[in-house]
């Protein structure tokens, strides 16, 4: 597969330290974005930590992956779809681990949103609210689900969707990696078509965009790397109160 891609992160305009982090190996079609949490510079480590667990054990799992491209099909899409879990997992063993073993690190963790394109389809592993758009041909779809109070609450009726920006509490998190030993992790397999994009992105930026009209605006342009400058500059003039990062993946061929 050959992907074109653009990715940068920024600490934003109120935070002193980035505890984003971001993944991209062109060589396997992975790409992922994490948002860490936690004190004494804890988040950095559980995201940048967090990142390079599911990379690792999707390389030592490069075997299913390539089975999946030389003869795709259902019970091989499967087993990506449970490596990809399983990786995630791995991730929130190690990342639980490093808080119980220091205590400055106690509770600390991360969002895991990942993305692994193989040449017939794309899988996910999606745990928080960093955020997995795709696009295709001007059409914007979220691909993935926050998971936070917020987003249950208006998934239950308690909470009207233009009330959910205007929350004290949109940031609080029902997932994530690392604070227990165990997470729910989201999977799933898309079919996807040359020339689509893929939009991986930190809350930083997505609780900025108020529609999806607004992401097709900063993706007007065939040039990646100015869309990524345009997304990190949108979130930073809107007031930049959080870590922003973005990973823009097109898939050439």
């Known amino acids: 597969m050959k992907f074109t891609v653009a990715a940068r992160s920024d600490v934003g305009r ?26 004494h510079a804890a988040g950095e480590v559980a995201s940048r930590e967090a990142l390079a667990t599911v990379f690792d054990t999707l390389s030592a799992g490069r075997q299913e992956i390539e089975n999946f491209r030389r003869q795709p099909g259902d019970e091989q899409a499967r087993r990506v779809m449970d490596l990809m879990k399983r990786a995630v997992f791995s991730a929130t063993y190690l990342v639980y681990g490093m808080g119980e073993i220091n205590p400055d690190k106690k509770g600390m963790g991360t969002t895991v949103s990942a993305l692994l394109v193989a040449p017939s389809a794309a899988f996910l592993a999606h745990v928080g609210d960093s955020r997995i758009y795709i696009v295709r041909q001007k059409r914007i779809r979220q691909l993935t689900h926050d998971h936070t109070l917020v987003a249950e609450m208006v998934e239950k009726g308690r909470l009207r969707p233009d009330e959910a920006s205007r929350c004290g509490f949109s940031n609080v998190l029902t997932r994530a990696v690392g604070q227990d030993e165990y997470v729910e992790v989201d999977t799933d397999a898309i079919r996807f078509q040359l020339g689509d994009v893929f939009v991986l992105c930190s809350d930083g930026l997505a609780g900025y965009l108020d529609s999806s009209t607004r992401l097709l605006q900063l993706l007007n342009s065939d040039d990646l790397q100015i869309c990524c400058d345009r997304m990190i500059d949108f979130a930073l003039q809107r007031g930049g109160k959080d870590n922003v990062t973005v990973v823009l993946v097109r898939v050439e061929g």
Do not use: C, I
């Open 14 to 39: 109120v935070r002193k330290n980035n505890e984003d982090s971001y993944w991209v190996d062109a060589t396997l079609g992975f790409f992922a974005v994490a948002d860490g949490m936690g004190g």
